[in-house]
């Protein structure tokens, strides 16, 4: 079954196996969507996610063709499974330092197509959901800290004043994805194992723990060492790295 709405509010539980369209702005401000079915957010439509409580989701897939923004309140996956479905042109955008969780195990994914940001707060946002981005994923403001694991065919990057972060395991990005920071900071922290197939650029590169492959090209200004430096590729270090700990292994060239 379909059904589909102007503008709306959840703040309880939206539910059912169908398919839920909305073509205006819904604003989810607490309770669960589940029971299986897809909540559609048309192109020109917005699902507003705010409020200082806690959302959740699974199992159910979020299609987005159009925007959905993030400014207070973590959403987060139940053990049933969620999928998010970010389309070609859609933009999922993290405006405070709330965060997509994956607490309780299961599966929850991110295939993107399109933009993935953190355009507002100072803090942390994580995104937790294995995220496999075939589009553009970019921290503008704070930090934006990928935690789960993925494998990419796009596009990363960070502002001068934001940094992103790897912290899964497995992260591969493929040969024909990047990473474009060339005044942003890049860190890999926790217990990474990230393989970087593709061309890396960064103001800053961060290595506090686990593996980090560079078997393309890679560039840095500053950095810190402190983890394993590995790859086949070329890791140049344009201006000061600092080696306070941790190994170069790998048969690149540093």
Known sequence: DTAATGDGGLNATLGGSGTLTVHGTMTWTNGTMNGGGTTVIADGGTLAISGGNGKSIGPRTIENQGTVTLVGGNVSALSYGATFNNATNAVLDFQGDASWLRPYGGTAILDNSGTVQKSGGAGTSTLA??????????????????????????????????????????????????????????????????????????????????????????????????????????????????????????????
């Open 129 to 254: 959901f294995t995220l496999n981005n075939d589009g553009t994923v970019t921290a503008q403001s704070g930090t934006l800290s990928l935690s789960g694991s993925g494998d990419s065919h796009g596009s990363f990057g960070a502002l001068p004043t934001a940094t992103l972060e790897f912290a899964g395991n497995p992260i591969t990005l493929e040969s024909n994805a990047t990473v474009n920071a060339p005044s942003g900071t890049v860190r890999f922290s926790g217990s990474p194992n990230v393989a970087l197939n593709g061309t890396f650029t960064a103001g800053k590169t961060l290595i506090s723990g686990g593996t980090v492959s560079f078997n393309g090209v890679a560039a840095t200004g500053d950095g810190v060492l402190n983890a394993t430096l590995g790859g086949s590729g070329t890791f140049t270090v344009n201006g000061t790295m600092t080696w306070t700990n941790g190994t170069m292994t790998g048969g690149g060239t540093t």
